[in-house]
């Protein structure tokens, strides 16, 4: 076994809302592996995906990610990891409006600083090449449409060459050529990099095109 | 409120910040009333504010310029909702313009009862209202939808 | 530092209109603090100068404010009388500054004649950065009389020079010896209001002898009464005084120990500071809040950008040293506001030609300017930390998957 993520959650509370969530939650996953998360509206499949992603460090239990215990890690170590070792797959919406797509894409290099490195510019061309969005990088996010804009969603998450992808809802605003699109390349990072791929859907479709099917139920 | 763009806190904000823009005219109006004769200490820092009156009012009501462009930012996505249901954007400027001068309304007949206490002329902020009007009309030309 | 410059120039500056509110609302907190600081430096370095004088048995002539005063019918004997009765039997400090006389100088600026006696100059300690401290048994009429300059006529009146004039409280020609020169700004403050200050860059200290008294015109005579102080003296011997300054001009003095103006200075001074802290305070508060809540309405229009550069790897310290960084700009663009404009304040004075308030100094902003300004930038630390803190806490509060799909 070759496991990446180790979660045991006891449970999530939110206690503004006096709900609690997850609870006796447990997950592995393994390098390369393609996971989906199903299940009804307000189950706790986009806390999950923020645990996993560690945008949430506030819940009762353990997690292990890429073989260190994410309770140790500080903030900054979170926000490292964030940057180099995971890829956000999220709505088309999530870029910033006031920047062009180049500048989206680029945000991740930023933090990193390596933007200027001549290695790097030409990764960035080629997943540019790749992805098919040349002719839109100096465009801003509403000057595109929404296939163009899920897209550089997609190559801002995989401009680190990150070893997991999180995914929610990638494709939930999408026609078919274009959901099309977004799936095969994810799997075709998962495939050439052994990406590993957690995808939160409420598209079955999508969710059967995984190795494994995850189905978050209610707490009675 | 049903039709308007303004919430209570909006609301809220915009007759506070009127208020205080009022109020602070007011205060410097009334201190250049005080025989400060005998404080000369007092007198020559009060000076230092009442000399530059108009800037610092000025200043302040930028403050107004700052909730109109927040709030009309905020509500776009609200206004193109509103006209995908049936509304019109002329309305949706109409209601907009008529609330804001409202809320300024209300705000300038509460700042009166303290021309009153202060015994000051009503005519004090009169001045301030014209700025907020033309403020408001400014803001119009942000009321667009996303 | 490339972060920084990314969040000003495409975040914060894409939405000019909340960073220059935001400009405005912070520089009317410096500028108040500002004033303020300065009010009370003032004030201060008054109080400690009058310290010096109000000392156990001096008495500080006062103009009662009732009285009466028709300086156009007092006569000379009159007021030799009471100088005559003053030498007899007190020992007094006296001053009197601002006789206005032209004399050229290489500023062109107007010139003012100080009247001083031994036991004023005592007290007043002026230090000199050229020549030596001032003589006072020098023959009027027979000797030149030996004087020191303000800084600003150190060039055209070096020490040992020579200035023949027409003296404007004897009306004679008299010839002035420089003897020393005052170093740069030195001042005097109102005894009843501190916070005022002439400055002798351009004034020539005159010192005052029996025999110069005698020969001086009414308008010293009269003037040198309003601060006269009496030293080593007694409540009897101010009020015998008083009685026969009374008798003879008609004028009304009060002559206050120093117990009476330590009152006074505790109910005047002390209660107009706290008067004017409080104001500040108040006001202060209030532009805080204001400034606060612009930042908040910020965070709630760029909440989405926040939150994208926290998912691709921003942490929040670095987002707190970025806002940190942020605020620090903008209090340093409103220093340098605060900075110009105090310059072109005290450099107003040289154009005006305005000695009593030209001053010396880098950019002629003098020490007290300086401590201001260093006051508003340990404001603006207060400040700038309130504001950031509630801005971080409030980006915390806001799941980052919840931001990044507003």
Redesign the interface.
């Known amino acids: 076994m070759n496991s990446i993520i180790k979660l045991e959650i006891q449970k999530k509370v939110f206690k503004k809302k006096g709900l609690s969530i997850l609870n006796d939650f447990e997950l592995e996953v393994e390098r390369g592996e393609r996971l989906s998360i199903i299940g009804e509206s307000g189950v706790g499949k986009t806390s999950l995906l923020n645990i996993i992603g560690l945008l949430d460090t506030k819940y009762q239990g353990s997690y292990n990610l890429f073989g260190s215990s994410v309770k140790d890690l500080s903030q900054n170590k979170l926000a490292e990891w964030r940057n180099q070792k995971i890829g956000f797959v999220l709505q088309e919406s999530a870029l910033i409006n006031s920047l062009t797509i180049e500048d989206n894409i680029k945000l991740p290099l930023m933090y990193a600083n390596i933007e200027k490195d001549q290695t790097v510019q030409e990764h960035f061309k080629r997943i540019i090449n790749k992805i098919g969005i040349e002719p839109i990088l100096k465009k801003k996010p509403l000057e595109c449409s929404g296939g163009q804009r899920s897209r550089a969603v997609f190559a801002r998450a995989v401009i680190m060459n990150p070893q997991l992808i999180l995914s929610d809802e990638p494709t939930a605003s999408l026609d078919l050529e274009n959901k099309e699109k977004i799936i095969n390349l994810l799997f075709d990072m998962n495939k050439e990099f052994n990406t590993t791929v957690i995808t939160v859907t409420h598209d079955l479709d999508l969710a059967n095109r995984h190795e494994r099917i995850i189905t978050l139920e209610r707490n009675e | 409120m049903k039709y308007s763009l303004f919430r209570f806190i909006d609301v809220f904000?915009a007759f506070a910040?009127y208020l205080?823009c009022f109020a602070?005219n007011l205060i410097i109006i009334y201190v250049q009333t005080l025989n400060l004769e005998g404080?000369?200490?007092?007198k020559?820092?009060l000076k230092?504010?009442i000399d530059?009156q108009l800037i610092?009012n000025i200043?302040?009501t930028?403050?107004i310029?700052?909730?109109h462009?927040?709030f009309l930012?905020?509500r776009k996505t609200e206004i193109s909702c509103r006209i995908l249901v049936g509304d019109t954007m002329v309305n949706i400027i109409i209601r907009y313009i008529m609330n804001s001068l409202s809320i300024l309304v209300f705000s300038f007949l509460l700042s009166l009862s303290l021309n009153f206490y202060l015994e000051l002329n009503v005519t004090s902020n009169l001045y301030l209202v014209l700025i907020f009007i033309i403020y408001i009309l400014i803001s119009v030309g942000q009321v667009q939808r996303k | 530092m490339r972060i920084l410059q990314f969040f000003i120039t495409r975040i914060f500056l894409k939405r000019w209109i909340l960073v220059l509110g935001m400009i405005l609302l912070l520089f009317l907190a410096n500028y108040l603090s500002f004033t303020t600081a300065r009010s009370i430096i003032s004030t201060y370095q008054g109080y400690q100068e009058m310290e010096t004088l109000n000392q156990e048995g001096t008495f500080i002539a006062n103009l009662d404010p009732d009285s009466e005063a028709d300086f156009g019918k007092f006569k000379i004997d009159d007021t030799q009388k009471v100088y005559e009765y003053l030498n007899n039997n007190y020992t007094y400090a006296l001053r009197a500054d601002g006789f206005v006389t032209p004399l050229d100088n290489k500023h062109n600026m107007e010139v003012s004649f100080n009247y001083i006696n031994e036991e004023a100059y005592k007290l007043n300690q002026f230090k000199l950065s050229q020549g030596n401290q001032l003589t006072f048994n020098y023959n009027f009429n027979k000797e030149k009389i030996p004087v020191l300059v303000g800084a600003g006529l150190a060039t055209t009146y070096p020490v040992g020079s020579n200035i023949e004039i027409t003296d404007p409280v004897t009306q004679q020609l008299v010839n002035l010896k420089v003897q020393g020169v005052l170093k740069k700004n030195t001042r005097r403050s109102n005894f009843y209001a501190p916070n005022s200050k002439n400055y002798f860059n351009f004034s020539i200290f005159i010192p005052v002898n029996e025999k110069f008294i005698q020969s001086a015109g009414l308008d010293l005579h009269v003037n040198s009464l309003m601060d006269i102080a009496l030293l080593d003296s007694t409540k009897e011997k101010s009020m015998n005084l008083k009685e026969h300054i009374q008798e003879n001009l008609g004028l009304e003095f009060n002559f206050f120990s120093q117990q009476e103006n330590f009152n006074y200075f505790e109910d005047y001074y002390v209660n107009s500071l706290k008067i004017i802290c409080t104001i500040t305070f108040i006001l202060l508060i209030i532009i805080v809040c204001l400034a606060t809540w612009n930042t908040l309405v910020s965070i709630r229009l760029m909440i989405k950008d926040f939150t994208i550069n926290l998912l691709v790897g921003l942490s929040y310290s670095k987002l707190r040293a970025i806002f940190y960084s942020y605020f620090g700009i903008l209090f340093s663009i409103n220093l340098a506001i605060l900075f110009v404009i105090t310059a072109f304040d005290r450099y107003g004075f040289w154009l005006r030609k305005d000695s009593t308030f030209a001053t010396y100094g880098i950019f002629g902003l003098i020490s007290k300017d300086w401590i201001a300004l260093l006051i508003v930038l340990f404001i603006d630390f207060i400040i700038g930390f309130t504001i950031v803190e509630l801005t971080i806490k409030k980006i915390k509060s806001i799941p980052i998957s919840v931001g990044v799909l507003k």
């Open positions: 904000e910040i205080i602070s404080s000369s200490i007092i020559s820092f230092s504010i530059y610092i200043f302040l930028f403050i310029i700052v909730f462009y927040q930012n905020r």
